[in-house]
């Protein structure tokens, strides 16, 4: 009798389940559906340089951004604080602003 083989189940990646389920988004790409940087591989760079934080902790790009998350960027010597209100994957031009209220920008 020859023996069933058992496959796991193909792998997906990581961000289909959480952003589909629970609405989580990874920080690079969050940071660039909503325009706030505008490219994936700066806002990447910008999290790897330490510019970019999340509730008060410097945060990895692949950081899985949520509701209500206070995001701050560094662009040199002006501050960007935001908190997240949406998370969609795509956003128009007219949309981005939508996704976040800006809190306090300090020059």
């Not at 990874?26 to 994936?40: E, F, Q």
């Not at 509701?67 to 981005?96: M, P, Q, Y």
Request: aromatic residues 8%.
């Amino acid at each position: 009798m020859i023996a069933a083989l058992v496959f796991p189940p193909p792998l997906l990646p990581c961000s289909y389940f959480s952003f589909r389920e629970g609405g989580f988004m990874r920080l690079d790409k969050y940071l660039k559906v909503s325009r706030l940087i505008k490219r994936r591989t700066v806002a990447n760079e910008a999290c790897d340089g330490e510019r970019v934080s999340v509730n008060g902790r410097t945060a990895k790009a692949s950081y899985d951004v949520k509701l209500g998350d206070v995001i701050e960027v560094r662009f040199g010597a002006k501050k960007v604080k935001v908190e997240v209100l949406s998370i969609s994957e795509h956003a128009t031009k007219a949309d981005a602003p939508a996704m976040y209220r800006e809190l306090g920008n300090r020059e």
